[in-house]
């Protein structure tokens, strides 16, 4: 059964860091590209971060420099360690595969304050 848990988002002032964890089941993570997502007030879901199965990433433009995604492939879980947090960070962050189909998690929220 698909499933995708993400933890770790929370209260954190302007310039704080958080890392996010993202507990995918093995049918969703293994081999696959994943990424993560998210959504801020009013505005579309976007993709800001993915890695490859062995280890390639890219970032948006957004948050390069800022944020680091990772992944343990042996437990099935990705990360986000966020830096530098913005307001215009604050958002719902989701994980899912890097070409996702209509299964998505709860998320988890984040939120900047100034």
């Known amino acids: 059964q698909a499933q995708l848990v993400e933890s770790g988002g929370g209260l954190v002032q302007a310039g704080g860091s958080l890392r996010l964890a993202c507990a995918a089941s093995?049918?969703?993570?293994?081999?696959?590209?994943m990424a993560w997502y998210r959504q801020g007030p009013g505005k579309q879901r976007e993709l800001i971060a993915a890695i490859t199965s062995d280890g390639g990433t890219v970032y948006a433009v957004s948050v390069k420099g800022r944020f680091t995604i990772s992944r343990d492939n042996a437990k099935n879980t990705m990360y986000l360690q966020m830096s530098s947090l913005k307001p215009e960070d604050t958002a719902v962050y989701y994980c899912?595969?890097?070409?996702?189909?209509?299964?998505w998690g709860q998320g988890t929220q984040v939120t900047v304050s100034s």
């Open positions: 093995g049918s969703i993570f293994g081999g696959n590209d």
């Open positions: 899912n595969l890097a070409a996702p189909g209509d299964y």
